[in-house]
C-alpha cells in the first residue's frame, strides 16, 4: 500500500512539474513566406511579453489562433487549440514589443517589409 501511495504521489508531482511550463498564448503576427511567427507571451515577471518562433514544417498556425506548449524550451511543439495540429517549432527569441521581433526576423520573411516607409 505504501508503494501504491508513493508511485500515485511520483505521478502526480511529475505530472505537475510537466505541466508548470507549458503555458496557451495567442498568435499575434505570422508570416507564411518564412514560417516565423510571434505570440504573446503569459503574464510574468519577466519584461519579454512577447516571443518569437519558426515552424519546422507544414501546418503553420494563423493570425488569432491559440496555441499551448512549453515556452522555454528551444524546440519544442505546440498544440494549437483551433484546429487540435501539432507545431514542431524552434523558439528564437523574447522582446519587450512586438515590433523588436517582427523587425529582426529573416531578410526572407516578405510581410516584415510591408509596413516599412520608403526613404
Not at 524550451?73 to 494549437?80: A, D, F, P, S
Amino acid at each position: 500500500m505504501k508503494t501504491l501511495t508513493m508511485f500515485a504521489m511520483s505521478m502526480a508531482f511529475c505530472s505537475y512539474v510537466s505541466n508548470g511550463f507549458a503555458a496557451e498564448v495567442e498568435v499575434t503576427w505570422m508570416d507564411p513566406t518564412c514560417g516565423y511567427f510571434v505570440v504573446q507571451l503569459p503574464e510574468s515577471d519577466v519584461p519579454e511579453k512577447f516571443g518569437l518562433f519558426s515552424a519546422r514544417g507544414l501546418p503553420l498556425p494563423k493570425v488569432g489562433d491559440r496555441v499551448e506548449g512549453n515556452m522555454t524550451e528551444i524546440e519544442t511543439q505546440l498544440k494549437n487549440l483551433r484546429s487540435g495540429e501539432t507545431h514542431n517549432v524552434i523558439h528564437w527569441a523574447d522582446a519587450k514589443l512586438h515590433e523588436q521581433l517582427v523587425r529582426n526576423t529573416p531578410v526572407q520573411c516578405a510581410s516584415k517589409w510591408k509596413n516599412r516607409k520608403k526613404r
